[in-house]
């Protein structure tokens, strides 16, 4: 399977601000996706991080808030924007390969907003 | 709406026993259904199923999935104190542009005694 990076791996944050998390896989990769988890929940999918367009959000989600990138096969970005203490969760990015549809997840960023 | 249903919530039991993890489901367009193992930030991949009847096994973990009834099995026996987690279960499905994001069950976060 991919080997897949996150940065940074926590962070500690002003409510109004905003960070970006950066996920790296190594090699080339079909499908890019971020996720929420929320302190005690389990993952919520943010939306599909579409090569050369625009993110598809699930609903409850929007791009002003949660801004993605993905200008190439390995790499994505998400922002989080204006961050409120509700934002507070682990993020995680998580990847397919190839055809099977396995999906695997990186290391997961820990955002807790003050 | 979708919606993916673990049982039990929580479990506890001594080293050595035998555990069996409950998933059900009920979506649209099922294409597969996935298991994970939590233990800090990251979910590990465990199986991925798509075909009814088919036991998928690695060690002392084994699973099975039945289409016709809607619902897998994750089986741990000879429980050790590493096997402590949460355990996820994840269904994907297929959509017009390709592969869709997980939707994830609650999790069963199992404790072994030693």
């Known amino acids: 399977s991919a080997v897949i990076s996150q940065k940074p791996s926590r962070d500690i944050c002003q409510r109004g601000t905003s960070l970006t998390i950066q996920c790296q896989v190594d090699?080339?990769?079909?499908?890019m996706f971020w996720y929420r988890q929320q302190p005690g929940q389990s993952l919520t999918l943010i939306a599909t991080?579409?090569?050369?367009?625009?993110?598809?959000?699930e609903s409850g989600f929007v791009i002003d808030k949660f801004p993605i990138s993905r200008p190439n096969l390995t790499f994505s970005t998400l922002t989080v924007s204006n961050m409120s203490p509700e934002d507070s969760s682990i993020y995680l990015c998580?990847?397919?390969?190839?055809?099977?549809?396995?999906?695997?997840f990186g290391p997961g960023t820990r955002l807790t907003v003050t | 709406e979708d919606k993916v249903v673990q049982s039990p919530l929580s479990l506890v039991v001594h080293e050595g026993d035998t555990v069996t993890l409950n998933c059900s489901y009920e979506?649209?367009?099922?294409?597969?259904l996935l298991w994970y193992k939590q233990e800090k930030k990251a979910p590990t991949f465990l199986f991925m199923l798509?075909?009814?009847?088919i036991e998928k096994k690695s060690g002392r973990l084994s699973s099975i999935l039945d289409k016709k009834e809607l619902f897998s099995i994750l089986n741990i026996t000879a429980t050790q104190t590493g096997d402590s987690a949460v355990y996820l279960c994840?269904?994907?499905?297929?959509?017009?542009?390709?592969?869709?994001?997980?939707?994830f069950g609650k999790g069963t976060h199992l404790i072994i005694q030693p």
């Open positions: 979506v649209t367009n099922f294409r597969s």
């Open positions: 998580s990847v397919i390969s190839g055809g099977a549809y396995e999906q695997y």
């Open positions: 798509t075909s009814s009847g």
């Open positions: 994840a269904v994907g499905m297929y959509s017009g542009g390709g592969a869709d994001g997980l939707t």
């Open positions: 991080a579409n090569q050369g367009s625009e993110a598809t959000y």
């Open positions: 090699s080339q990769v079909t499908m």
